[in-house]
Structure formats: structure tokens, C-alpha cells
């Protein structure tokens, strides 16, 4: 697993710039900024952390954040880990209009994928990944992935009212078929929210995963908890355990049989 | 597996401002400083070192150090790699009054358990984590888990008596079932410390492990030495090895049907 | 996994010595550079990146980068993540002369497979692992690695015309024997490129893998994404399932045997 | 995996102190070097990127430099990634006498098994570690580990002659059992070495390996191709194939039946 600290020169370079933005263009305002919680760099934060877990490898995945009526997009078949904010599109979320077109880079393909989720789900930030937890989920499952009875539940909201799973529910994740093309995802992915109207995530198969919150950071512990969770479903299945078969009426009554 | 390294300028930030804290509050006083061995700032870097070990993921797991009367604790619902020390509770071991609180945080849930390893086990620090080998583990063994004959045995202190273990006893550590919210688990933890009074660890079943100790780097050596056994034992079990069987009265007597 | 972030102090020294690199000879002035993407740099900044992902242990693997004639090639037998621009060999594109020679250090044996990636595929810079993934593939493949369907696909080019493979594509990595050297496996390559004429990557059977791209950037993509799909296949085949099956005529239609 | 680039503030007061030790007693001296290289802090460093690789969890694990009659070891009981140039002992290689004696640590257990792989083998670094790749190995084979026919084999020297094993050869690393006490290891490692002069590595059953080389670097390099091999093997034996079966007279002949 790759640790990016050094990052490049570049970035350091980026960072100077950043401190004296005086003859910077309207348009690279909109992602030059010193303090460390700009969309633009958080975005560049998150985007090495996801690379080192393996999640964006290649120029795989994406992520954006909307800022007011600022909808902050990577661009398409940037290497994640390398990217600057200088790289970022900005669009107005009212009308999609381009307000910032980085020089040398194509629009993200997942960008009606991430409006989808700002409009249908009133969600602030979007997350998608390659992880190969969500790759391998759904090629074990047809169309939900289940998981019951796990403490690290907790961390996902229930959705249909304020708070959160507790440990005793059973979190589903609806499966959707991928398609040839990135963009033609936001039909499915459309109806998928309609039937589920309170799920925080979506697995395309043999794909990926897409995860959305009110705010990036809710994004990111919701995607840090359902890959956790999708990951040790696969150990479970590994030793014979199905991850989503109830404990009982009883507290903590499992099939003895899977006991030593 | 995610790098930190490059923390956040948040931390610099903070970093400064615990360098000049003139104008600090008596309450902001209780954790800022300038020595890294101070117990909030090592709550902070361990909480870092926690999230690159996938132990603390989302907002997982939970840590507390007591020094002298005054007990730190990690506040609720905090991504653990982007903790501060002004992020920090503290409280008085004695009466368990609340000498600092954060802004915008609640107190942990694990507090009524850290609390318990304090009084009951003697310990000035105890560490929580969502650790997968941990949860596997609990999805194994009914009421306790058992491992003998391995090196890494002997990071851990026998209780009963002073000193370690040696190569040729075995670990013990006890399970108990999850409850709906981890302040339950306050009871059975009592319970369970008066079944095994000598024991550093308890799992909770589809939960995680509780490690404490004399001071944090004991709970840290502990917390690290069971975590390799519990991996070591996941991948005994995929080779059909029992993590617990005796190698018999001469060394080193292992059934030769598991050799090649 | 590790991490080399805080490097040695040796590349301190090497960096400090390229600011001012007044007295270096022209030999020299071939690697040294302040600029981060200057290939020397380029490499060593990509070589501690592999020996993160435990590609290169050892001293195993290899790099090369082709700059307008100018050939930079790691030596043979040097821990690529303490690796220094000054370890570096250079040769002309052309006639395979010897511009820079380090000292202490031989020429890679990898050295005529990296010109024949130059030369029968037009590449501009070729990566050598020794991956785990790859290894493992090639034991448990004859000829050819496929693997159908799966969104990373869509990282790694067509070769036989422009654009990238499609989803419903099948990515085709050809396997050649193992030699006693390295450089043993000139002929080989050159035989299976003419065979696979499309192909961006090779798998050296019991060994590791060659991939080759347009510029660095490009070989590294096209590596990670590979690596990426030969991971994911092992996994796949742990759970039973073929990663070149073909998911029909109907989009995601699979085999429901294999789901829960 | 953790990382731990950021180190402990003391650490840096410890270069700190390092720059001017005009101070320092003639003990200090001998572990305070503001180079690199110089062996306290060569072993320093490589506890670090040891612990990153789980091969020193806990307390785990030591490891020791010889430079010319200055034998250098970590001390017992240390966090491996946490330790400082003054924390190590110096001995004298000729009598054993202790040249520097840390303040609150005692001397490894490991010593006299480091001198045993000075005075044996003519090592001057000698490198132990808890490698759960090491422990799994020794559960699964009895008194020797092979492996053949892996590309990463010509890492190991061949002893008996100058040069590397080659690719046809294969690699053998004798077992022994594990004692109660690591000091006891110092006879069965003995009499294993007279067995088997020529190895480079010692797998010690339930415990971890030793790994020695003509020099830091060389054992460092063993040590990691030796752990990439014992992987490598469990990973072969996942999928059921024998990490020592010829691959007969013609290159690269292999069961056709582990194919797909």
C-alpha cells in the first residue's frame, strides 16, 4: 500500500501559489486557498488517503463536494494522489454551468452520478471508489448486500428518520448492473434511490461503489464504515459465516456450530 | 491502508497555537503542551497510528489516558487520524466531574468502561478498537479465546503473579455479547473482569477489543501483541490449525498431519 | 507494508547537492535536477512508491523512462526505495551507448527488455515488478491471463485502435516461461509482442510482470490497474468464481449459483 | 498497517541533540552520529519501516550491527518504532564487554544468537523478527522450508560457492523448535548452522526467523526476499500448489491441472 507523503515538488509549488494568489484568474480563486478545509483542498487531501487504501488506483473513482451553490468535481483519468486543486472543475449546482474548466482534463463521467445524489438525496458530498470490497460484494449478491448485528453499523444513518442504525438492525446496500458507459449509471442509479429513498449507498456490480452524505466528512466516515463492513462480510463468508443471519431473540445467540 | 502523515494544516495550526498558549483558558490548559509525551497529545498521535491499523475507521474505537487524577477521553463520534487536543474530554478520576469540555462534542460511550478497567484492574489506560481480527475472533469462539505456544505470547503479563507469560502457557482472553449501546456493556465488563481478574483484554462479540494497562504504552504493547495473535489465530484456522492445541510434553510436538 | 516518508538523510544531502549542482560534470547534470518531474527524479519518487506496494522488495523489479534519446535506466541490484538520481544509468536511444555510469552500480539485466518495449511498442518508459499478483497468476494460468467485465478494464488501452478497452471487453495479458537471466528473456518478449502485438503488459511466469505505456504516467496507470485486475482475480478464484466468464447477453447477467 | 513518519517530537529533539553533542559522555558518543549511516541510527531507522511491516509488533523482534569490533543491539523490550540512537547498547565484539549501557533497558535476549551469527558465519548485522509469514511457515512444515523455481530465489547468496542461487536452484531454510527462553535458542541455532553452513536464515518454530548478512544492507535485502518467499508460499499453498515441486527439464513444464 502506498504511502504518498512526500507528494511531489509540485504540490509544494501548488502550496506557494496558494499563498499568493494575487495574479490568480477569478476562475482558479475558486480552488486557490490557504485554509486547509477548502472543498478544493480537501478534496486533494482525501483523494491521496483513498489511493493509499487502494480505492482510486489507476485514475480510478472520484469524489466531489458542493459548497453553496459551488458543485467541486475532479476531473476524468486524473491519477488521484498526484492531483492539485488547480485540476478541479467547479460547476454552479443550479444550472450545471461551468464555472472553472481546468486546462488538459475532461469532465468526470460520474458528474450527473454525484447531481443525482445532491438532488435526489440532498446530499453535499459524494464519494466513488473501485474498492475491490464493493467489486467482490457484488459478485456474491444479486441485488442488496446485507449486513446484521455488527457494532460498526452504527455509524450509518437510518434515514427514514434522524439518528443512526443501531447495532441490532441490518444494513442494506441496494446492487445495481453497471452499464458501458459511466454517465448512463444516473437512470439506474435514479431509480435505485427512488425504491431505496434512504440509503446512503450504491454498489454498481463489478464496478465500484458510490457513497454520499450532508457533508464530505459524513461522506467519508459512511464510506470508511460500509467498506469496513463490506470487507469483513467477505471474511465471514470466507469462514462460512453469513453476515447478514439474525443473532436470535436472545442477545448474541449464534449457530454453535461456527464455534470452535 | 491509509497515510496520515501529512496530517492536516489544522494540526499545525494547533501545533502553533500549543507553542504560545498565553492566552489558553485554565480548561484549554489540561491539554495543551508542548511535550509530545504529554497524555493528550499522545492520545492524538496513537489515534493517528490506530486509523492507519484500520482499527478506528469512520469514527470507531476509543482511547483514554489516566495521569494522576485527571482522566482524557476521546470525545464520540470523532474521525479519530483528525483528532485534536483541544478535541479532548477531561475528567476527575475521583468523583469523574467533568474538568474540560470540547465545543461541539459528546463524551464517549466508552467512558463508563474505561473507567471500570481504572478501578477494577488498577490500569491507567485503556484502548477500544473495531479491529476485524478482533470481530472474526468473536465469530469463532463462544466464551473465550485461547492461544498457546507462540512466541508473541509473551508481550503479555500473567496478572496473577508478576511477570509474563511464558512460551508455554496459554493466552487466555474472554467474550462477552454486545448490547445495544456500549454504556451497557459497563455490567458484563464488571462481570466478566471478576470471572478473569487477571485478564488485559475482553472482546465483545461483533463489537471489537478492550486492552488496558499500567500506563498507555503497556495498553499499546498489549493492544499490538493480542491483535497479531488474534490475526495469527484467523489464519491458523485457514490452514485447519488449532491456535490452542497442545504441542505436547516434548517441544515442539506438533501433529506431523499438518506438515507437508 | 512500509513507509518511507521520512526517506534518509542521504536524499536530503542529494537534494540539497542538485540546487547547486555548479560543480557537477556533465555526466552528472544528465540526472540532477531540481525540477520534480525530470525523469532521474521521476524515477526515484515512482521506485519508493513500488517498494511501498511491495513490488520491488529486495532489490527485485526494475524502471526505465525514455526522454527524447536519452535512456534512464535504475541499476541492477540497488534497494530501489534508497535509490538517488546519481545511481542511475543513462544510455543513447539510438546506439546503446553508455552516457552516464554510476559508480559501484551495473547496468539493470532488464536493460535490452526495456529497448525492446521501446522499440517493438513505440513506449517511452517500462516498469518491472516482481508482484506478488503476478506471480500468482501465472501459476494458476497457462498462456494468457483474462478477465472480463470489470470497470478497471477500462483503464488500459485497446492497442489496436485508439481508446481504452470497454466494460464489455475482455483484457488479454500473454505469459511467457521463466529464464535463468534476465536478459535471457529478450527473444521470448520479442516473440509473444509479435504474437500479442496490442498488448501493454507481459507476464514473466514465476517471476513477475513488464508493462510499458506511452510516457511514465501511462505505464504507471496501466500497471496499478493491472495489478489491480490480477489482484482481484486471485480473489475471485478463492470464491469459485472465473474472472473471464462472460456475463451474457443481458447486462450483468452471472451465474446465481455464486450469490448468497 | 501503520506509519510512522511523522515520529515523535522526541525524535526530533533527539537530532537535535545529536548536531551538538559537544556534551555527550564517550558512551553517547557512541551511538550519537549526525550520519545517516552510522549503525544507531541505520538501526533506527529500520525499526521503523520494520514495525510498518508487522514484523516487530509490540516489543518484537531486535536486531544488531557489527562495525568493526563495536557490535551495536537494540535493547530488550522496546517499542521497535519508537526507539532512539541512545536507547542501544554497544558491546565489544572480541570480549563481550558492554561498551554502553542504556539507561532502564536491559539487553536483548536475542545476543547471544546475534554473536552466534558474527562468530559462525561472519555476519556484521544480524536482523530477528516475529514475521507472522515466518510462524505460519514453521506450522506447516517440519524442519526445512523449500522453495524452487521463483525469480526472487537469486536474491539469496548460495554460501557454498560466490554468487546467487539461481533461478533453477532452490532455496532451503532450516527449522529449529522455539525454547522458553530466546537466550536458550543459542545451542540448537549452533549445532542448525553447523548443519547447515550455507543458510543465510533460521525459522524458528512458533516464534519468527533470523536473518544475517555481510553487512546491514545485505541482511536487510535477505530478509525481505526471504519474507516475499515465505508469502509467496502460503499463498501457493492456498491455492493448493507445492512451493518446492521441479518444474522439470523443460523450463517452465508445471502441472497442468492448477491451471484454470
Redesign the interface.
Known amino acids: 500500500?502506498?504511502?504518498?507523503?512526500?507528494?511531489?515538488?509540485?504540490k509544494q509549488q501548488q502550496a506557494l501559489s496558494t499563498s499568493s494568489p494575487s495574479s490568480a484568474s477569478p476562475e482558479d480563486l475558486l480552488v486557490l486557498s490557504s485554509?486547509?478545509?477548502h472543498p478544493a483542498?480537501v478534496i486533494c487531501?482525501l483523494c491521496?488517503?483513498f489511493y493509499?487504501?487502494?480505492w482510486v488506483?489507476?485514475?480510478?473513482g472520484g469524489i466531489s463536494i458542493k459548497d453553496g451553490t459551488n458543485v467541486y468535481i475532479a476531473p476524468s483519468g486524473v491519477?488521484k494522489e498526484r492531483m492539485k486543486p488547480t485540476d478541479l472543475f467547479v460547476l454552479n449546482y443550479d444550472d450545471s454551468v461551468v464555472l472553472r474548466r481546468p486546462l488538459n482534463f475532461k469532465p468526470s463521467a460520474c458528474t450527473p452520478l454525484f447531481f443525482t445524489a445532491y438532488k435526489l438525496q440532498n446530499a453535499s458530498a459524494c464519494i466513488h471508489t473501485?474498492s475491490?470490497n464493493a467489486?467482490?460484494i457484488s459478485?456474491?449478491?444479486?441485488n442488496e448486500f446485507k449486513i446484521a448485528?455488527?457494532?460498526?453499523i452504527k455509524?450509518i444513518p437510518k434515514g427514514y428518520e434522524p439518528g443512526y442504525l443501531?447495532?441490532?438492525d441490518t444494513l442494506t446496500i441496494p446492487i445495481i448492473?453497471?452499464?458501458?458507459h459511466e454517465e448512463e449509471l444516473e437512470v439506474p442509479m435514479h431509480e435505485i434511490i427512488k425504491k431505496y429513498p434512504h440509503t446512503r449507498a450504491l454498489i454498481?456490480?463489478?464496478?465500484?461503489i458510490y457513497v454520499w452524505g450532508e457533508n464530505i466528512?459524513k461522506a467519508?466516515?459512511?464510506n470508511?464504515?460500509i467498506?469496513?463492513l463490506l470487507?469483513?462480510a467477505?471474511?465471514?463468508?470466507?469462514?462460512g459465516?453469513?453476515p447478514d443471519s439474525p443473532?436470535g431473540s436472545e442477545?448474541?445467540q449464534?449457530d454453535?456450530k461456527?464455534?470452535?
Chains 1, 2, 3, 4 share one sequence.
Open positions: 500500500m502506498a504511502c504518498n507523503c512526500t507528494g511531489g515538488a509540485e485554509d486547509p478545509l483542498n487531501e491521496q488517503l493509499d487504501n487502494e488506483t489507476g485514475t480510478g491519477q473501485h475491490q467489486v467482490m459478485l456474491l449478491y444479486s448485528n455488527i457494532e460498526q455509524a443501531s447495532y441490532f448492473e453497471n452499464t458501458a454498481v456490480r463489478r464496478h465500484g466528512w467519508k466516515i459512511y470508511e464504515a467498506d469496513y470487507g469483513l467477505l471474511k465471514m463468508k470466507q469462514f459465516i453469513k443473532i442477545k448474541g449464534v454453535p461456527i464455534y470452535d
